[in-house]
């Protein structure tokens, strides 16, 4: 690699590490970890001057957040859309539905937990988790990503 690439592949590097895009999948949460994850875009918790942005497509996602139990129908389409994000990306479950199940455990329609159909990176407990704990767990998975990368320039 010349210098110039050189230059330019660690200044791509430098903005990525400080601009983790985020994608939301709800694999049939009852929205409640759906409104804290918003809460935390919004002023007053304000996670985007930290550089994360929530992104409308899996392919420009860094990180994906799953809420809910992943029900029956939910499964196919989740597994849909973590093949869709470019490697390497992490993986967050959001409250404690993709975890366990929670109040849903054990019922015909759910399909869970979440590490039954993907590698869980960090998880955030709690029903519902308080927005510092989401904030917290992006940073963590934002130091998993950049690991990640490091692995894959290997």
Known sequence: MSIIQEH????????????????????????GCDIELVSV????????????????????ADIVVVSGPITLQTRDRLRRVLAQVPEPFCVVSLGSCPRSGNVFKG??????????????????????????????ALAKATEILEEKRKEMRK
């Open 41 to 60: 875009l919004t002023p007053l918790y304000d996670a985007e001057r930290l550089g994360f942005r929530l992104t409308g497509t899996p392919r420009q």
């Open 8 to 31: 330019i592949q660690s200044q791509i590097d430098k903005s990525m590490k400080k601009s983790p895009w985020i994608f939301h999948c709800n694999a049939g949460s009852c929205n």
């Open 107 to 136: 019922s015909y329609a759910i399909d869970g937990p979440l590490e039954k159909w993907t590698h869980v990176d960090v998880s955030v407990g709690g029903c519902t988790p308080k927005p510092e704990a989401i904030i917290a």
